[in-house]
């Protein structure tokens, strides 16, 4: 089935600090992935939608110019949090779509990133 | 849009006893619904999915129904175990193929 990986798996950072998360499709092209957030007990809330090739959609309220996103190849999407402060510290979560399966998203294991 | 809840619902079951849990979902236009399970610390995992032009779709010990005229889902789960202990979403898929998650459920079967 289609994997997608997500790296690193936990982060601590320094306030002020800039961190790149990346996901990867490992078994199929991803034309689309999206970014999700998720603090603790809540729901996971779509922040960008990032096609390859093309500038990411970013949800309503989140900062585009804080939550970098970058789809540069069909297997890998990066989402750099920038000046990270303590309160982006939650748990950040990719999906991938993969084009083959007619409604085939699977998602990432998460990455927790914890800004100090 | 988005829906985030501030505390998230409990459910808590025996262990043997079926367990339903229940979402309901914002945009009419959704045209594709999946249930999903996340363990602590770990990214959700697919369960079961059904699209708009159905109203129940059976998979192993778990049944989705889909009630479009109140915008409803319910996730059904047969013969709870303890390994079914997990928060569940469940997601609807806009037109945009862009997923908006619900509230979520905290499941916790008691042996």
């Known amino acids: 089935g289609a994997v997608v990986s997500q790296h690193p798996s936990w982060v601590i950072c320094k306030s002020g600090t800039s961190v790149k998360i990346e996901c990867r499709s490992l078994?199929?092209?991803?034309?689309?992935m999206f970014w999700y957030r998720q603090f603790p007990k809540q729901s996971l809330m779509l922040m960008a939608t990032?096609?390859?090739?093309?500038?990411?959609?970013?949800e309503q309220g989140v900062e585009k110019d804080k939550f970098l996103i970058n789809h540069a190849s069909l297997t890998l999407s990066t989402l750099t949090v920038t000046s990270a402060h303590p309160e982006d510290s939650s748990f950040y979560i990719c999906s991938a779509r993969d084009g083959r399966v007619h409604y085939g998203y699977t998602f990432g294991s998460g990455t927790r990133l914890t800004v100090v | 849009g988005e829906s985030v809840g501030l505390h998230l619902p409990t459910l808590s079951v025996q262990e043997g006893d079926n367990s339903i849990i229940n979402c309901a979902y914002s945009n009419s236009a959704s045209d594709y619904f999946i249930w999903y399970k996340q363990e602590s610390g770990k990214g959700p995992q697919f369960i079961i999915d059904?699209?708009?032009?159905?109203d129940k779709r059976q998979g192993q010990r778990v049944t989705v129904l889909l009630n479009k005229t109140v915008k409803h889902l319910s996730l059904q789960i047969a013969a709870t175990q303890p390994g079914d202990s997990a928060v569940y979403f469940c997601?609807?898929?806009?037109?945009?193929?862009?997923?908006?998650f619900g509230t979520g459920t905290s499941l916790t079967v008691i042996p």
């Open positions: 997601a609807e898929k806009n037109t945009g193929n862009q997923f908006y």
């Open positions: 078994d199929f092209q991803a034309t689309t």
């Open positions: 059904i699209r708009s032009n159905m």
């Open positions: 990032s096609n390859e090739g093309s500038k990411a959609t970013y």
